[in-house]
């Protein structure tokens, strides 16, 4: 009955959480709206992604800035904490919104 529930979750989600894109509406959130929703600190997320350290709290701040682009076991861990809620693309669609230019190098 757990399990059901726990998937009953995963697949509905509030409607205020979709997003238009070219492709109908899907879930989109970055961690920064991820974090600001759940009223967390950078310094709790973390706590909870077992980022240790001074620097931790700065680390996920980055991350949620887009000036630093998470390790693939880091994407790991923020969509499984996260529930599904941010992505690893997420993080992609975020760096090249703020890093235009990378993405023209590249084609």
């Known amino acids: 009955m757990a399990i059901l529930a726990k998937l009953i979750r995963k697949l509905i989600r509030p409607l205020w959480l979709y997003k238009p894109s070219h492709y109908g509406y899907f879930l989109d959130m970055t961690l920064d709206?991820?974090?600001?929703?759940?009223?967390?600190?950078?310094?709790?997320?973390?706590?909870l992604l077992e980022i240790s350290g001074n620097s931790g709290a700065r680390t996920v701040q980055r991350y949620a800035e887009g000036s630093r682009f998470p390790a693939p076991v880091m994407l790991d861990k923020i969509r499984t904490m996260t529930d599904g809620a941010v992505?690893?693309?997420?993080?992609?669609?975020?760096?090249?919104?703020?890093?235009?230019?990378?993405?023209?190098?590249?084609?």
């Not at 709206?33 to 706590?47: F, M």
């Not at 992505?87 to 084609?107: C, L, M, R, W």
């Open 87 to 107: 992505t690893p693309n997420d993080f992609v669609d975020q760096h090249a919104k703020i890093h235009p230019s990378t993405n023209e190098k590249a084609a």
């Open 33 to 47: 709206e991820y974090k600001k929703q759940h009223g967390l600190t950078y310094q709790r997320l973390a706590e």
